[in-house]
T-cell receptor, first 114, second 117 residues
Framework: AQTVTQSQPEMSVQEAETVTLSCTYDTSESNYYLFWYKQPPSRQMILVIRQEAYKQQNATENRFSVNFQKAAKSFSLKISDSQLGDTAMYFCAFMRSGAQKLVFGQGTRLTINP | GAVVSQHPSWVICKSGTSVKIECRSLDFQATTMFWYRQFPKQSLMLMATSNEGSKATYEQGVEKDKFLINHASLTLSTLTVTSAHPEDSSFYIC?????????????FGQGTRLTVV
C-alpha cells in the first residue's frame, strides 16, 4: 500500500519569505501522480499543483513550484514570495495511475505572519 | 476549474436521527465520487468510493449500514448518516473526479460540518 508522509506538522514564516514544505511517499508503482492541496480556514480543498511521475520537469504554478525527486520518492512544495492568503493546511497526495483514490499525507499547517 | 457543491454546509441533528448530505457536480459529469471524513486538525480519511449506478466501495472499518451512499446520477451522490450519535460529529467532504483523457484531477466540495447532539 502507498503511504504519504509529511514530517512537518507546523511551519511559520514571515510574509514575502520563501518556504518549502516536505513530502515523501512510498510506492512500488512506476506510474503515478502527486498533488499538493491547500485547505484554508474555510475548509475548502483547493488543488495547488500536480506532477505526473513520468515527467522529469518539475511543475510550476506562479509562486508555487515543486521539487520532484523520483528516485528519492520526495515531492516538496516551494512557495515563493509568501502571502498572508497562503496561510492554510497543506496536504500532499498520491494517486496511482489508473486508480481512483487519493492517498493523503498528514498535512502541514502553514502560517504566514505579517 | 470544475465545481462541486455540497449541501448543507453545516447541520445539527439529534442523536438517533438520520441526516443526508448531498454532493453535486455542477458543470461536469462525475462517474466517481468520494466521501471523506476529517477530524479536527487531521488529514482526510477516505470513507467510500461511489460509482454511478453501482454500490459504493467502503474502506476498511467504515460501517456501510451506518453511512449509506447513493450515486443515482452522474451529478449527484448522497451520504446518509443513519441513527447518528455524537461520535459521528465530524467534517464530511465529498470530491468528484473529472476524467478526460489524462486528466485525473479531483475537485472537492466545501464540506459539511455535522454536529450530533
Amino acid at each position: 500500500a502507498q503511504t504519504v508522509t509529511q514530517s512537518q506538522p507546523e511551519m511559520s514564516v514571515q510574509e514575502a519569505e520563501t518556504v518549502t514544505l516536505s513530502c515523501t511517499y512510498d510506492t512500488s508503482e512506476s506510474n503515478y501522480y502527486l498533488f499538493w492541496y491547500k485547505q484554508p480556514p474555510s475548509r475548502q480543498m483547493i488543488l495547488v499543483i500536480r506532477q505526473e511521475a513520468y515527467k522529469q520537469q518539475n511543475a510550476t504554478e506562479n509562486r508555487f513550484s515543486v521539487n520532484f525527486q523520483k528516485a528519492a520518492k520526495s515531492f516538496s512544495l516551494k512557495i515563493s514570495d509568501s502571502q498572508l492568503g497562503d496561510t492554510a493546511m497543506y496536504f500532499c497526495a498520491f494517486m496511482r495511475s489508473g486508480a481512483q483514490k487519493l492517498v493523503f499525507g498528514q498535512g502541514t499547517r502553514l502560517t504566514i505572519n505579517p | 476549474g470544475a465545481v462541486v457543491s455540497q449541501h448543507p454546509s453545516w447541520v445539527i441533528c439529534k442523536s438517533g436521527t438520520s441526516v443526508k448530505i448531498e454532493c453535486r457536480s455542477l458543470d461536469f459529469q462525475a462517474t466517481t465520487m468520494f466521501w471523506y471524513r476529517q477530524f479536527p486538525k487531521q488529514s482526510l480519511m477516505l470513507m467510500a468510493t461511489s460509482n454511478e449506478g453501482s454500490k459504493a466501495t467502503y474502506e476498511q472499518g467504515v460501517e456501510k449500514d451506518k453511512f449509506l451512499i447513493n450515486h443515482a446520477s452522474l451529478t449527484l451522490s448522497t451520504l446518509t448518516v443513519t441513527s447518528a450519535h455524537p461520535e459521528d460529529s465530524s467534517f464530511y467532504i465529498c470530491s468528484a473526479r473529472v476524467a478526460e483523457g489524462m486528466n485525473t484531477e479531483a475537485f472537492f466540495g466545501q464540506g459539511t460540518r455535522l454536529t450530533v447532539v
